[in-house]
């Protein structure tokens, strides 16, 4: 079988055992293809250990990162993982390469006054700002991934209830709250912007564009950037800016972690632990700059 086909297999093997996400699928999609380019006419299933340790090497030539070349590992052990279990071949040459070590980096996140800069960066007056407005108040007032926020669908928000139901990765199913301050600016969006916006046209999507269709990751990404321009914040941003502020300022008003885990979707709790330790800095902050004896 070609690799590419090799590929492609695994790639539908593993969305149907455990229903990955399109961009993880991607991403092994992405990793694979630049191994068996890499690798010339050599097939997949033929490779041994020095052929691993030699392409890692390479690509760290090309200047990738630690956590990059984990990543990647994590790729091909996940791929021969299948294919031994597939009975394909008998040895895993993944099982003897050491990963390599990362440390766990703290999400970047925002503070309240920067967020509330962002919040009210969009122009009220026009219907692409009504919509950034209500976009920016449901990711902060839910913790929401971009991927969910712009996957959003009229049927998952019920306005009378105050919640959106998530349906997140491995199409596990939640239930978020929402506040009312985001809830009066959804409202107001569905009054007026959003009507404006489609112009007669039908779309199931809560968020679209100014042509009336679907909105990506991507462009909503630059709306992101583009308004914290607006409100002067300079600090390095991600997609996850706000789902990151979102969770960090729950943990520093008192909210009990589990309860944040459940927000935030995590299925593992060690996940939503590292928002702890933002949390201490900030109150170490606090601490230094008011106490007496800082």
Request: with cysteine.
């Amino acid at each position: 079988m070609q690799n590419s086909a090799l590929i492609d297999q695994f790639l539908d093997a593993v969305w149907a055992e455990q229903g990955l996400s399109e961009n993880t699928l991607s991403a092994y999609g992405s990793d694979l293809n630049i191994f068996a380019k890499w690798l010339s006419a050599k097939p997949l299933l033929e490779v041994n250990k020095a052929d691993l340790s030699l392409f890692l090497a390479s690509r760290y030539q090309d200047g990738i990162s630690n956590r990059s070349a984990a990543r990647i590992l994590s790729t091909l052990r996940r791929f021969y993982g299948y294919h031994i279990r597939e009975n394909a071949i008998t040895v895993d040459p993944t099982a003897l390469i050491d990963s390599p070590h990362i440390g766990r980096p703290l999400p970047h996140s925002l503070s309240e006054q920067d967020v509330e800069a962002l919040l009210n960066a969009p122009n009220l007056e026009t219907d692409l700002g009504s919509r950034d407005k209500a976009m920016l108040e449901i990711l902060y007032a839910t913790g929401l991934r971009v991927s969910e926020l712009v996957n959003l669908t009229l049927d998952q928000i019920s306005m009378r209830q105050g919640v959106v139901r998530i349906i997140g990765k491995g199409n596990k199913e939640r239930l978020v709250p929402i506040g009312e301050v985001a809830l009066s600016y959804v409202e107001s969006y569905l009054n007026h912007a959003r009507k404006n916006l489609l112009d007669s046209q039908q779309c199931s999507y809560l968020f679209i564009t100014s042509r009336g269709a679907y909105m990506t990751r991507q462009a909503f990404w630059h709306i992101i950037k583009r308004h914290a321009l607006t409100a002067s914040i300079n600090k390095t941003l991600s997609p996850h800016t706000l789902r990151h502020a979102f969770a960090t300022h729950l943990l520093n008003h008192g909210a009990d972690l589990r309860v944040v885990q459940l927000l935030l979707g995590h299925s593992d709790l060690s996940t939503t632990q590292i928002y702890t330790y933002i949390a201490r800095e900030r109150l170490q902050e606090l601490h230094a700059k008011h106490h007496p004896r800082g």
